[in-house]
C-alpha cells in the first residue's frame, strides 16, 4: 500500500459501522477520491470535525483496493460552520458540492474544477456576493471547464454576431433568429448581460444586478446544468430563489 499526501475539499460523507466515516474528497492532483476515516465519529477523535462537507484539509491517505484510508488531516479552510449555520449558503454550496462531484471522475485530476470550487466555497462563506449569484457563476463556470462553455451574445450554432434575443439551452446558450428551435427562451437583455458577468466573473456588474434579472438567470443556469449533467441536481430544487 503506498502512502501519498493531497491537498482536498471534502464532498461528502456517510456512516460506516458505529464509529468510521465514508469521505468523498476532490483533491488537487488525483480527483474525486473515497476513503475511510476510521473512529472519526467517537468523541476522542483527533479530526473527525476536519472531515465535514466544505471542509478544505491536507490529508494524508493510503491507497487500498476499493477506498483509501485517511491517516492524518490539517485544516487549511475552516468553512464548514460559516456556510452551514445559513440557509441560504447551505443549500447554494450543496448544489456547488454536488455538481462537483457529478464532474470530476474518481481518480482523474481537475485540478481547474478543484481550484474553482475552492474559491466558489471561500466566497459562499465569507459573503462576498450573494449565494444565488456565487451558485449560478459557479455552475456556468465548472460547466465550462468541462466543455460545455455556454454563449450569451453570438450564436451558440453558426457563431454569427449577436447580441441575439433568444437562449436555447439544448444548442448552448444564444441563438439567432435564423438557428432558433422551437421553445426557446427570450430572456431580458439584461438576464443575458447578467449571465455573461457571471460567467466571466465581472463581479461588479453581477453585483449591481436587480432581482428579476437574478431570477431569471437563475432559471437558465439551473435548466443548462441539468441538461448537460444529464439528470437533476437533487439539492438545486431546495435553493431559495430571491
Known amino acids: 500500500m503506498s502512502l501519498y499526501r493531497d491537498e482536498a475539499i471534502v464532498l461528502r460523507t456517510h456512516q460506516l459501522g458505529e464509529a468510521d466515516r465514508i469521505v468523498t474528497l ?10 475511510v476515516a476510521k ?15 466544505f471542509m478544505v484539509v491536507d490529508a494524508q491517505l493510503y491507497t487500498g483496493r476499493s477506498l483509501d484510508t485517511v491517516t492524518q488531516v490539517e485544516t487549511l479552510g475552516s468553512y464548514a460552520t460559516a456556510i452551514s449555520t445559513d440557509y441560504a449558503r447551505y443549500t447554494a454550496g450543496a448544489v456547488m458540492l454536488e455538481t462537483a462531484e457529478r464532474l470530476v471522475d474518481e481518480h482523474e485530476p481537475s485540478v481547474q474544477q478543484y481550484l474553482l470550487l475552492i474559491a466558489a466555497v471561500r466566497a459562499l462563506a465569507e459573503s462576498a456576493h450573494a449565494p444565488g449569484l456565487v451558485l449560478d457563476s459557479y455552475l456556468l463556470r465548472a460547466l465550462a471547464v468541462a466543455g460545455w462553455a455556454a454563449s450569451f451574445s453570438d450564436c451558440a450554432r453558426c457563431g454569427r454576431g449577436g447580441p441575439h434575443a433568444a437562449f436555447a ?8 433568429p435564423g438557428c432558433r428551435p422551437p421553445g426557446s427562451a427570450s430572456p431580458a437583455p439584461q438576464t443575458l448581460a447578467l449571465l455573461a458577468a457571471l460567467q466571466t466573473g465581472d463581479w461588479a456588474e453581477a453585483d449591481a444586478s436587480e432581482d428579476r434579472h437574478r431570477r431569471e438567470a437563475s432559471g437558465l443556469v439551473a435548466a443548462y446544468s441539468q441538461f448537460h449533467l444529464e439528470r437533476g ?3 438545486l430544487r431546495l435553493v431559495e430563489r430571491a
Do not use: D, M, W, Y
Open 233 to 235: 441536481l437533487r439539492s
Open 169 to 176: 439551452v439544448a444548442s448552448g446558450g444564444a441563438v439567432c
Open 26 to 35: 476532490l483533491t488537487r492532483e488525483r480527483g474525486k477520491v473515497r476513503a
Open 39 to 53: 473512529g472519526v465519529r467517537r468523541t476522542s477523535s483527533r479530526f473527525g470535525s476536519r472531515l465535514e462537507p
